[in-house]
């Protein structure tokens, strides 16, 4: 166990200064993801030398920025005296894999996402998830999600939920070619906030919607056209969340392979439906 400004940790996390690690492309690269689970077909990334994997990480710091590339393993199991305790109303099927939150400072870093094996997989009740949580208070919000080789068969992704938040300043999320379910975008401001989605992003839209303060869409191709219908808390796939408080900050959407240079002007909602 990790301490960290008196805040428990189920695990170690690491900074690294090492070039990004090389992209990788599996076979049939073609193929488009389903909301199934079927993430093989996609581009993977190699987690860097000398990060080990962890799971249920929480870091917590009240005055300096959170900063790391984390490498989250659901089939790790950590002892339940070795993690932070729940919130209230909440359950150990709520606890979150990464949280990590800044009260002065940014979020930063690369998450890497390991495969479940099937074995684990199959003895579990309930669908689980990666569920991801980043607030910063007065700075910047920025993850880079990746997956990483399925190296078994029957081995799988977990659907990723993801939630990132910022107070004062913008919001920069990266995720996964593999990405396929709803995002939900929340503003301060329907006129001085901007949202921006990458052209990469806008080619995946399967549906989208804009209203007020609020932008929803899906990414993807949803297995089953039922999968659009009904609530958000049954979804089972993967699912993104973003809310800004600072009329002037920002949102920007991408993939995790996408050169963003040619990216930061242009490509808003407004643009993309005309308004």
């Known amino acids: 166990m990790v301490i960290d400004k008196s805040v ?10 090492d070039a990004p690690p090389s992209y990788t492309m599996t076979a049939s690269s073609s193929s488009s993801p389903s909301a199934s689970g079927d993430y093989t077909t996609m581009g993977t990334r190699q987690p860097p030398i000398g990060v080990e994997s962890a799971n249920f990480v929480q870091i917590i710091r009240t005055e300096d920025s959170v900063r790391g590339t984390w490498v989250i393993d659901p089939n790790l199991v950590i002892p339940a005296a070795f993690l932070p305790p729940l919130p209230a109303g909440l ?3 709520q606890r979150m894999n990464l949280h ?106 399967c549906t989208m919607s804009q209203n007020l303060k609020i932008r929803q869409g899906f990414i993807g191709r949803p297995g089953h056209p039922t999968q659009l219908e009904g609530s958000l808390d049954n979804w089972d796939g993967d699912m993104l969340e973003i809310e800004i408080l600072d ?29």
């Open 8 to 17: 428990s940790v189920a695990a170690p996390s690491h900074l690294t200064d």
């Open 91 to 93: 359950d150990s099927s």
């Open 100 to 205: 990590l939150e800044s009260k002065e400072g940014c979020v930063q870093g690369e998450v890497y996402i390991k495969p479940i094996s099937h074995e684990i997989r199959s003895t579990m009740k309930r669908t689980s998830k990666i569920l991801i949580y980043a607030m910063a208070k007065e700075d910047k919000v920025e993850l880079r999600i990746h997956d990483t080789p399925i190296l078994h068969p029957g081995d799988q992704r977990l659907p990723i939920h993801l939630k990132a938040k910022s107070k004062e300043d913008n919001v920069r999320i990266y995720l996964p070619r593999s990405f396929c379910g709803p995002f939900h975008i929340s503003t301060k401001s329907s006129d001085r906030s901007t949202v921006v989605l990458s052209p990469a992003i806008r080619e995946r839209l």
């Open 247 to 275: 009329s002037w900050s920002d949102v920007k959407l991408y993939f995790d392979d996408e050169d963003t240079k040619g990216t930061q002007k242009g490509g808003t909602l407004r643009k993309l439906f005309g308004l």
